[in-house]
Nanobody, 120 residues
Framework: QVQLVESGGGLVQAGGSLRLSCAAS????????MAWYRQAPGKPRDLVAA???????SYVDSVKGRFTISRDNAKNTVYLQMNSLKPEDTAVYYC??????????????WGQGTQVTVSS
């Protein structure tokens, strides 16, 4: 079993910055991808950014140039640096981990979510 603990959310004014962290612990097999999703009230949970085990990154168009995803493999931790924040970035941000076991089984894990609120 894998546990994900997120931190770094909060309230910030538009144009400000926040850095989210997500630390994975437990019986971790082979991490294939870590990602950040977000969910605003009344909306579905959407992918924001992802990083593969090889270091390849991807972003939703609305955050390109403003957000940066990175990871520390030694710490099994993923970060999301969010700059130039906008009110529309307000949401609960969730960390996601996808791993593959030695039996080639895939598992997905979610963090508890951290609130990001951007005031105008």
């Amino acid at each position: 079993q894998v546990q994900l603990v997120e931190s770094g959310g909060g309230l910030v004014q538009a144009g400000g910055s926040l850095r989210l962290s997500c630390a994975a612990s437990g019986s971790i097999a082979s991490i294939k991808r870590m990602a950040w999703y977000r969910q605003a009230p009344g909306k579905p949970r959407d992918l924001v950014a992802a990083i593969t085990s090889g270091g390849s990154t991807s972003y939703v168009d609305s955050v390109k140039g403003r957000f940066t995803i990175s990871r520390d493999n030694a710490k099994n931790t993923v970060y999301l640096q969010m700059n130039s924040l906008k009110p529309e970035d307000t949401a609960v941000y969730y960390c996601h981990l996808r791993e593959q076991t030695i039996r080639l089984e895939w598992y997905d894990y979610w963090g508890q979510g951290t609130q990001v609120t951007v005031s105008s």
